[in-house]
């Protein structure tokens, strides 16, 4: 098959597993109710949280996750793929992965099996780190959780997050010694302004002192 419409297929395949709204169809099937009626009005694992508890949270956050790791392992199904998990990547291949994330995030939030109404897609984003840049992203993470238990925002801890993810890449690089990738810098700074952008009403919630707490450790 012309390599072409295989990346084009990778890239549809890749954007309606983004599209799965599991936050929509976990708090109809569960509760009746349609997580986008209640709360900030996103189909995502924090509205969830904040509206029917961790038990729906959980699931909602680990299934965002899965679909964003799926869709960037479809790179595989690329000729661009190395030969095996351990050889170099390419910057074409590396490019497609990248690619792959972009469409499901946005599969995530503008869901075609949820009239284009979904969540921020952070546990989407995620889910695809894992699989493209998973130390940088346990980095980031650990960034996430010191801000949201220092601060009780889920959000803050979302965007400091997203803006140190630009540290850690390089930095990750530089100690392993494999190399600067162009790529990859664009990348890192494309998802710290993705995640400041998709948060940017929180930001106005918390200037305002309106922001919605969820509390890490219970009082």
Request: charged share 10%; hydrophobic share 55%.
């Amino acid at each position: 098959m012309n390599e072409i419409l295989v990346i084009a297929l990778l890239i549809i395949a890749a954007y309606l597993l983004g599209s799965i709204p599991t936050a929509v169809i976990i708090s109809k099937i569960f509760f009746k109710s349609d997580i986008r009626n209640h709360g900030s009005g996103n189909a995502g694992a924090t509205n969830v949280l904040r509206t029917f508890g961790t038990a729906a949270a959980i699931p909602v956050f680990l299934i965002d996750g899965a679909k964003g790791y799926a869709a960037v392992m479809l790179s595989w199904l690329s000729s661009l793929a190395p030969h095996s998990a351990f050889g170099e990547y390419s910057e074409p291949f590396l490019n497609l992965r990248i690619a792959l994330m972009i469409v499901a995030i946005l599969g995530h939030i503008f869901p075609i099996f949820a009239s284009f109404k979904g969540g921020k897609g952070v546990a989407t984003i995620a889910g695809c780190l894992i699989a493209i840049a998973p130390v940088p992203l346990l980095c980031s993470f650990i960034v996430f959780v010191i801000f949201w238990s220092i601060s009780n925002y889920v959000s803050l801890g979302s965007i400091m997050a997203g803006l140190t993810f630009v540290i850690w890449v390089p930095l990750y690089y530089l100690i392993i010694g494999d190399g600067f990738s162009p790529t990859m810098m664009i990348f890192s700074v494309a998802i710290a302004a993705v995640m400041t952008y998709m948060h940017r009403f929180n930001i106005k919630r918390i200037k305002d002192g309106t922001e919605g707490k969820t509390y890490l450790f219970k009082k």
